[in-house]
Structures are given as C-alpha cells and as structure tokens.
C-alpha cells in the first residue's frame, strides 16, 4: 500500500505543476501560505486515482492517493515559494524536489509541474495542468 502510495504521488508529481497568484519575482507574502493551506482533491481523475494534498502553516506538505484518507501513510515533505508564482515541494524521502507553478482561488486549484530536481541537477518538466478543489475537513 505504502509503495503504490508513493508510486501514486511520484507520478503525479512529476505531471502536475502550481501558480499560486500574481506577484513579483522573490515576493514572499504571507498570502502565499495563507491561500495554499489545507486540503485539496483533485477532480478530474477516477475517485480510486484521487490525490490529496495537504498543506500546513509550518510549510509541511503531505500527499496521498485513493480512498487511504488523512491517517493514512503518504509522502511528506516541506514546500516554500521561490517567487509569487512558483513553489518548491522537498519530498522527506530525498528522492526529488519538484517545482510547481499554480493558479489558486478561494476553493480551486490548477496545478502543474515545470521542474524536477532529482539531486544532480534540475530538470524541465512540463506535465498536464491538473484541477484541485478545497476538500471539506
């Protein structure tokens, strides 16, 4: 379960990409944060391929696949933004930094990956875009 989680994840890291607003170069607004925190679903996959996301105040991010829940083991990892569009995810598990750029509203997101990091050096990704909504606590 644990392995298919990552696997999960993994892909869906590595096709997936987020713009969160529209601020200048290196702006590090609090709003950033603010609008990325709590839980989000995606919506156009099959709810047995559904991932969740879910971000923290501290800027921990935990991610996880199908029906698993918030109990159950995922991937975490820590996010911070590079700028006003762009976010960087550093997985726990060392294997990769993915780097996102995102368009988000009050309960939609639109996600896509632009860049992964496996350790040796960054790498141009460019996945579809895909939808979140706010999940309900």
Not at 36 to 41: A, C, K, L, Q
Request: net charge neutral; aromatic share 8%; hydrophobic share 35%.
């Amino acid at each position: 379960m644990v392995i298919r989680t990552a696997s999960a994840i993994c892909c869906f890291s590595l096709v997936s990409l987020a713009v969160v607003g529209c601020h200048g170069p290196n702006d590090q607004s609090p709003d950033q944060k603010a609008r990325i925190v709590g839980r989000w679903e995606t919506t156009e996959m099959d709810p047995a391929k559904r991932t969740t996301w879910e971000f923290t105040t501290d800027g921990e991010v935990k991610a996880y696949s199908g029906s698993e829940g918030s109990g159950s083991e995922g991937i975490v990892g820590k996010f911070k933004f590079l700028n006003g569009d762009t976010m960087e995810i550093a997985w726990d598990d060392g294997l990769e930094k993915v780097t996102f750029t995102m368009n988000i509203t009050k309960d939609e997101l639109e996600c896509r990956a632009v860049a992964i990091d496996f350790g040796d050096r960054k790498r141009p990704a460019k996945g579809p875009i895909t939808k979140m909504k706010r999940a309900t606590p």
